[in-house]
């Protein structure tokens, strides 16, 4: 079982940065696959960024180049960079963990969630 729970979403103008974080529960932290989606009103959960051991990421395409993914295993953490943000990324970002990777861009394959965060960008 493992348990999350996102930190860091806030009100932020257009063009500025914000870092949201996930805690873990569980001592197999550095094992899982971990992972950030997002969803706006009236819209799928949408993948942003997921990470596996051995330093491997993988971005949505639109996000690449202004979202970063990190993790700190030793604190349990995983992280959600967000430069340049823009109106259209604002939506509740959620932390999703599991042990595949293969299936990591569709939100239905992912065991463990968080509750989300809310982040919302002002014109």
């Known amino acids: 079982q493992v348990q999350l729970v996102e930190s860091g979403g806030g009100l932020v103008q257009a063009g500025g940065s914000l870092r949201v974080s996930c805690a873990a529960s569980g001592r197999t932290f550095s094992s899982y696959v971990m992972g950030w989606f997002r969803q706006a009103p009236g819209r799928e959960r949408d993948f942003v960024a997921a990470s596996r051991s051995g330093g491997i990421v993988d971005y949505a395409d639109s996000l690449k180049g202004r979202f970063t993914i990190s993790r700190d295993n030793a604190k349990n953490t995983v992280y959600l960079q967000m430069n340049s943000l823009k109106p259209e990324d604002t939506a509740v970002y959620y932390c999703?963990?599991?042990?595949?990777?293969?299936?990591?861009?569709?939100?239905?394959?992912?065991?463990?969630w968080g509750q989300g965060t809310q982040v919302t960008v002002s014109s």
């Open positions: 999703a963990a599991d042990v595949r990777w293969d299936s990591r861009r569709f939100a239905r394959e992912w065991h463990y």
